[in-house]
Nanobody, 117 residues
């Protein structure tokens, strides 16, 4: 049974930083990713890492401010979020793609990030 657990959310002021962590278990994973969803808005891609070659991808809204890293052996990712803006306020979800499957089919419960102005 695949499980993902996020941690590290919280309340910060604009310009500050936060670091989110996600640990996946119960499977063999080809990739892990972060998405976010703000109230009343659609889910938005934040960043992803492919374990095969450690390729990292970022959404346009966070590129240059957020940094994704991870440990394939531990199925763990870290999302370092710098220069946070009020528009980064959202629930952040960790997702994983099991090897041999399509898409990110497993999701964590989410962690709230709130950025005050």
């Amino acid at each position: 049974q695949v499980q993902l657990v996020e941690s590290g959310g919280g309340l910060v002021q604009a310009g500050e930083s936060l670091r989110l962590s996600c640990v996946a278990s119960g499977g063999t994973f080809a990739a892990m990713a972060w998405f976010r969803q703000a109230p009343g808005k659609e889910r938005q891609f934040v960043a992803a890492i492919a374990w095969s070659d450690s390729s990292i991808y970022y959404g346009d809204a966070v590129r240059g401010r957020f940094t994704l890293s991870g440990d394939a052996a531990e199925n763990t990712t870290y999302l370092q979020m710098n220069m946070l803006k009020p528009e980064d306020t959202a629930v952040y979800y960790c997702a994983s793609r099991v090897t041999g499957t399509q898409g990110f089919g497993n999701w964590g419960p989410g962690t709230q990030v709130t950025v005050s102005s």
